[in-house]
């Protein structure tokens, strides 16, 4: 009976396991094989790396990787066609931006650089040395066709700057809608000698490159852009991002003969750190959120007087991004981000109780006798160190001080303080005070230095400078200009004073 009683709860035992093992699926665990294939048009010149990188992917994350090649002018028509996909892959970056202007791309990522080079069997038996050498009789030669493949466009526009594209169009054997067909026709004798992209000549160890001026010069940058189209941009862009990191997709590039940019690092959730002045906050909070959605992104804000941050910085505390509330705050540290870009202007304005009981109506009427007057502090602010530099070139500034009852680190401080009515007016910008104008009135500041423009910059040493970089076009997208003009700036390139 003992033993019967064994023999039933063995058998229980190996029937539970049994179940858990048919129910259990490793990969049904793993998210990102609920992912649909992500479908990649790409310059057919590329194969090589992306075939490689792309099983690396579907290896290491479980997502399909669709790849469809072709001619990148081919591939343009063809996608906008389709009207699906969710990268495009092109072989020089005036594809990528013809693909924005017809609403077809949204971000793009770098990935390599390429040249035009005439390529001839080993041995060039035919002496071909120039591109005047493939005008002469007895060279027959194969082109890119300028509507369909990239390298024909690009060879196309340099021979025309030189005067010989139509020379060279009348001579041409045949045009090919990729760079590949033109090697392969070279490599098998079809034709004498064609030009082609450096990095795919290198591929052929049949073949010989013949560099040329011209094509020195027209240097292509290989771009890969998210389209439009994706019902999966986050899972399109962290593909994109394996792509073009230097230490994932990049080294397949360089191996393969390309000339590969000096992408971002790779993780799986980035994580940067973005410096800004409190004045911006409320500018940029809400498309940060939905810029962090997107790409996967964690973006770690910090927000305070710019003078504080750029303390911060000199002690060595350097964030990916700095967006400063005024360009002096960013020349202190200039030396550590790239070239600044001007994203916006705010005014300088006085603000005061509803009503203005004490008729304060100028810079000048601060210095009446018993205000109360809040200012930001000049060493821990741009606000601050702007409005120092305002009094002092109306010649106020030591009548004004004399009123001042506090100093703050930020603008938020002295607007809550004058809404609990223990002061009489503050300096602030008017980006500051768009949920307060129903409760408070606004006097203008009718100087001309009474201005603050506010820059954003990448650090030179961010690990992430082209995901940074992305961050910039988000916040000068129309659905953030927008919000920036409802706060109370202005748009620094509708100005035309962009750098």
């Not at 760079?179 to 064609?194: H, R, Y």
């Not at 992209?197 to 027209?218: M, S």
């Not at 009094?391 to 106020?396: H, V």
Request: net charge positive; aromatic share 6%; charged share 25%.
């Amino acid at each position: 009976m003992h033993n019967s009683r064994n023999i039933v709860l063995i058998s229980l035992l190996i029937i539970g396991i049994l179940v858990i093992l048919l129910a259990w699926n490793p990969a049904a665990n793993r998210q990102e094989t609920s992912e649909h294939p992500i479908l990649v048009y790409c310059a057919a010149g590329m194969k090589p790396p992306v075939d490689v990188v792309a099983k690396k992917y579907e290896e290491e994350y479980g997502t399909p990787i669709r790849l469809q090649y072709g001619g990148s002018g081919t591939l343009l028509n063809n996608l906008r066609i389709a009207g699906k996909g969710d990268l495009y892959l092109a072989a020089d970056e005036t594809y990528i931006k013809m693909a924005r202007d017809r609403g077809l791309v949204e971000e793009a990522i770098p990935l390599a650089t390429v040249h035009p080079v005439i390529v001839v069997r080993k041995g060039n038996k035919k002496g071909i040395h120039s591109v005047t050498d493939l005008l002469r009789k007895d060279v027959s030669i194969g082109l890119g066709n300028p509507s369909a493949a990239s390298v024909g466009r690009v060879t196309k526009k340099i021979l025309e700057g030189s005067g010989l594209w139509k020379k060279i169009e009348a001579h041409t054997r045949v045009f090919k809608p990729t760079v590949n067909d033109i090697a392969n026709d070279v490599k098998i004798g079809s034709v004498d000698a064609g030009i082609v992209w450096d990095a795919v000549a290198r591929q052929y160890d049949d073949l010989e490159i013949v560099e040329f001026p011209e094509g020195r010069k027209a240097v292509q940058r290989i771009t890969i852009g998210v389209l439009k189209t994706s019902d999966s941009p986050t899972a399109a862009l962290r593909f994109a991002r394996y792509l073009g990191a230097r230490d994932r997709g990049l080294p397949e590039f360089k191996r393969e003969g390309y000339e590969p940019v000096d992408g971002d690092i790779w993780e799986e959730v980035p994580k940067l750190v973005l410096f800004s002045g409190g004045v911006n906050r409320l500018a940029i909070e809400d498309t940060i959120k939905r810029f962090e959605k997107r790409e996967g992104a964690e973006i770690t804000r910090v927000y305070n007087g710019c003078g504080i941050l750029v303390a911060q910085m000199k002690t060595g505390k350097i964030p990916d991004a700095y967006f400063a509330c005024d360009v002096s705050f960013m020349d202190q540290v200039a030396d550590l981000f790239y070239d600044p870009i001007n994203v916006a202007e705010t005014d300088m304005v006085i603000v005061v109780p509803k009503g203005n009981p004490k008729k304060i109506l100028s810079l000048a009427d601060l210095t009446g006798q018993g205000l109360k007057i809040g200012l930001a502090n000049p060493k821990q602010s741009a606000l601050g160190a702007l409005t120092v530099r305002l009094l002092k070139g109306a010649g106020l500034l030591d009548a004004v001080e004399k009123n001042v009852v506090v100093k703050t680190p930020t603008a938020d401080l002295l607007i809550n303080q004058i809404r609990t009515g223990s002061l009489d007016a503050v300096i602030v910008y008017r980006a500051n005070t768009p949920y307060v104008r129903d409760d408070l009135d606004l006097v203008s500041i009718d100087l001309p230095n009474a201005t603050a423009i506010q820059p954003y910059a990448v650090c030179r040493n961010s690990p992430h400078k082209y995901l940074m970089q992305r961050l910039l076009k988000a916040i000068e997208s129309e659905q953030s200009k927008n919000l920036f003009k409802e706060i109370g700036f202005r748009i620094q390139k509708e100005l035309g004073n962009s750098s």
